[in-house]
């Protein structure tokens, strides 16, 4: 039940923002993410952002998964 | 060197070569804690979506056999008491009111047998909704009607719903109410890990630790000693967060890490902890199966008061009766696996549920049920 989908803040109204979940639109409410700003990627949970998602971080993540596994397909 | 490439070929795996890399690294891992200790290594995850991921990804066909995933009590539907339900399906009885709820609770039956589906079909008035912010619409547009939003649910959700109350307050929505039923993930941990547990790690929830913050967990590996990796839910996540937890038993470094770390950070969310201290206030909860526990839940706090159905309806308590031989409690306290249940798949399916482990969609046994369970 804890799920949350990432989506894309296209457009602000007052603490409502659209939000773009891979083509499919829908008003989210950014009260508990009063920091979000246009294009950021958020997650969220049942209309509420519960947080903003850094791209950065997620790079970093994969890269990480990169270094440690997918490297060793020479080895053995 | 890709030879089991197609065993991948679901599209939750976006990097076969990384998945088939990472199954080789967890085998060796287990396999020398394996020799070193000759026990079997029990992770538990904590929260019902990993559970999912878990099942649905198939990971359980590639681990070795020394190593099992648990279940742990972080399905909210699967964790609500038997005598709550039967409350909640209390206030649906009532004339002139409005019960608005997630999906999940529809068929979560009470002692009476009944659900809130079947009572729908008696005529009550039951909406399931995408968010409580469609509640408030609900209220406002319907003002002879009391409006009722079945609050169950953990740290994620509860700041939502408090952040819903909140509107309503604001706005003077008088016909609204919320059934406080919320728990709260660290007592759950705590009531899980009595002495001689055979716990060995935790993935912990992603999302709940997006407003709770990883350092929630500290006591878990500082008092415990037991190792805790707060995970996302793709299945690269997962296998990650496991080879953490390895690697913390291999090098007796037991603490808490983030893997998660694009989401959740050491604090969480400043602005979703501070909602629900203003809203709610930390009260007893009764679990499944667990019973009541001590500062576990969250109920409306003094001011919010208002908004409590049970207060407002004036619903009694209930004692708590579980459904006559289902272990749906032990399994969520990582005491026993689904298929241990004698109902599990034959008199408890998804379409016709004992239990809340098969009711839920999340549940541990309906996982089993969908996608086959472990070895």
């Not at chain 2, 085998?27 to 538990?44: D, P, R, S, W």
């Amino acid at each position: 039940m804890c799920l949350a989908v990432p989506g894309k803040i296209i457009s602000f109204k007052q603490n409502i923002a659209q939000v773009d979940f891979n083509g499919t639109k829908r008003e989210i409410s950014i009260d508990l993410v009063p920091e979000a700003k246009k294009n950021d990627f958020v997650l969220v949970h049942a209309g509420f952002a519960i947080s903003v998602l850094s791209a950065k971080e997620a790079e970093e993540t994969l890269s990480i998964f990169s270094e440690l596994y997918a490297m060793k397909e020479d080895k053995k | 060197m890709i030879k089991i490439k197609n065993k991948f070929s679901s599209p939750l795996w976006s990097d076969s070569l990384m998945a088939s890399n990472a199954f080789k690294e967890i085998k060796k891992l287990v396999a020398q804690i394996y020799a070193e200790t000759g026990e079997t290594i029990n992770f538990m995850e904590v929260c019902g979506t990993h559970t999912m991921s878990i099942a649905a990804s198939g990971m359980r066909k590639f681990f070795p056999k020394e190593l099992k995933m648990l279940s742990g009590p972080g399905c909210p539907v699967c964790v609500t008491s038997q005598g709550d339900i039967d409350r909640i399906l209390e206030i649906a009885a009532i004339k002139d009111v409005i019960i608005t709820t997630f999906g999940e609770m529809m068929r979560v039956k009470g002692s009476s047998g009944k659900d809130l589906h079947s009572v729908r079909e008696e005529g009550a008035d039951i909406r399931v909704l995408y968010s409580p912010l469609d509640a408030l619409r609900i209220a406002s547009e319907n003002k002879d009607k009391k409006i009722v939003f079945i609050g169950v649910g953990f740290e994620t959700t509860a700041p939502i719903i408090a952040q819903t109350v909140f509107h309503a307050h604001n706005r003077k929505i008088n016909n609204f109410f919320i059934t406080p039923l919320f728990k709260l993930v660290p007592p759950a941990l705590k009531a899980v890990l009595p002495d001689g547990h055979k716990i060995s790690g935790f993935i912990l929830p992603g999302h709940v630790s997006v407003v709770i913050g990883s350092k929630s967990y500290n006591f878990v590996s500082e008092k415990h000693k037991v190792p805790c990796v707060v995970a996302g839910f793709e299945p690269m996540d997962i296998i990650g967060g496991i080879n953490m937890l390895l690697l913390q038993i291999l090098r007796k470094t037991p603490k808490v890490e983030t893997e998660y770390f694009r989401a959740v950070t050491m604090d969480g969310n400043k602005s979703a902890q501070e909602i629900m201290k203003k809203v709610l206030k930390v009260a007893a909860a009764e679990w499944r199966a667990i019973g009541s526990i001590e500062k576990s839940g969250l109920v409306l706090s003094d001011a919010f008061k208002r908004f409590d159905a049970f207060k407002h309806f004036k619903i009694k308590h209930y004692a708590s009766k579980e459904p006559k031989g289902c272990i749906c409690g032990k399994i969520i306290m990582g005491l026993a696996l689904p298929a241990d249940c004698r109902f599990f798949g034959n008199k408890c399916t998804p379409s016709d549920a004992i239990g809340p482990c098969m009711v839920s969609s999340e549940g541990a046994c309906a996982a089993w049920f969908k996608y086959g369970g472990q070895q």
